[in-house]
């Protein structure tokens, strides 16, 4: 007989807390299984009135809670109760004259109790009170702020986000002083209850995106987010695409600058990795470092970039094609050396391919999962054995070998991981067609590909945007990169209200 799934339920909303503080307490340990990293103490708040705290260790900062809670509220200089007149209300005068933290929320139900108390709250109870006080005082360890490992830089700030979300946003309003930049929070996951943050620019968010990004994160229902792809699959407009439709970095100066074009930032608590939307085609070619470099040189990376782009998915399939169908299209001399070099390999073109490109693909992904200590040994023997030994075996052709090098290579020039797994993916579709149909396969496999990108909508916005629908005002910042004081409106197809960078120069008399 098949067992019956267990379902989390926590406690009901509109439970009340118990008057009694032991009642609390007692109810409090059973429910979380008597933990032991369940704190509670009790005491006679400012000399007058039984109570009780409650917090989880090594999820507050203990300091604070001495200095700035227990201290409060244990003052030895106060008279006798009978010598000062004693409030109506204790728990407000507390809240209000007492304690010198700084965010204290009044909770009444013990639902809000335990998602205050396990995300790092202390909790203050007085007796024959039906409302408890819950301070905020985390202080568990935290990453320091080091430089980003996904997209490094030669020039540009070198931090990157953290795990923590306060750390975050704190990293991006470092870089925008507005007060215009706003941060609306919410708790995403029914046992795991993870904060998440929808942050941007007020004036320049455009109302129907910031409306539907919210309406989309409000859907999900789900008990555990852990990081930022399981947000990314929920409000993604299609699965049904190899490309990626949001664009996520853990550098807070391209979120910044996104917020800036009036994008929409989503800050996950316990990942790095911020998303950013709408995210467009060529969004994905961009590096921060093309905004703090000269115009001509970032404008010639990017050519190289979307060159290597091309690279990176056609060159198999026209390695493929030629051998295979189009011989007449190669010079005499070069025809016979890889006539010569394929004469002892037994599999055709196709087949040598795929072989090749799945070893690289069992490197790649070995090299990411295997540890640190040993990797460069891996890579040595990855490099010695594919490439010199199985020419040598007559497995592959020298030139098939070349030709995956250059195609791994032009791969990783791509600065977001999400578009060159895209490259990869499409590769093998395009190689099976070439191997089928030649240079008129590769052709129907282009063709498909572009109708398909022209399809494509993230939040909205037309993915090939600025190029389809063409917006003249916005290719000043697309395949090139025209000098910044040229760069006047922020762009349309960003998703941004389109005003202006720069002011308008002053005509002389």
Known sequence: MARAATVYTGPDQDEPIPVDTDATIQHVSSRLGDSTDLVSKRFLAMHAWPAGILYMEGMIDTQLLHQAILSSLLRSDLPEPKDWEIPEDPLTYIKNEVLVAGDIQTIDKLADLFDFLLAGCVILQLDGSREAIAIHAVGWE???????????????????????????????????????????????????????????????????????????????????????????????????????????????????????????????????????????????????????????ISTLLRMIRYLCFFIAILSPSFYIAITTFHQEMLPTGLLINLAAQREGVPFPAFIEAVLMELTYEILREAGVRIPRTVGQAVSIVGTLVVGQAAVEAGVVSAAMVIIVSITAISSYVIPENGMSISARMLRFLLMGLAGAFGFYGVLIGILFILVHLCSLRSFGVAYMSPYAPYKSSDMKDTLFRVPWPFMRRRPLSSGGTGTQRLKPPERQT
């Open 142 to 296: 935290d990453r320091n702020v080091t430089e980003p490992q996904s997209q490094s830089v030669v020039r540009g700030p070198m931090e990157g986000f953290t795990e923590n979300l306060r750390t975050n946003t704190t990293l991006i309003r470092r870089k925008i002083r507005s007060p215009e930049l706003w941060l609306e929070t919410m708790p995403i996951g029914r046992v795991t209850k993870t904060n998440v943050g929808i942050m941007y620019i007020k004036d320049l968010a455009q109302e129907g995106i910031l409306n539907e990004v919210k309406r989309r994160l409000q859907a999900i229902d789900i008990d555990s987010v852990l990081e930022s792809g399981y947000i990314e699959e929920f409000i993604q407009d299609t699965a049904k695409t190899p490309f990626p439709t949001l664009y996520n970095s853990e550098r807070p100066d391209t979120i910044a600058a996104g917020l800036l074009e009036g994008r929409i930032a989503i800050l996950i608590d316990g990942t790095p990795f911020v998303l950013l939307v709408p995210a467009l085609f060529n969004h994905f070619f961009q590096s921060p470092e093309d905004y703090y470099q000269r115009s001509d």
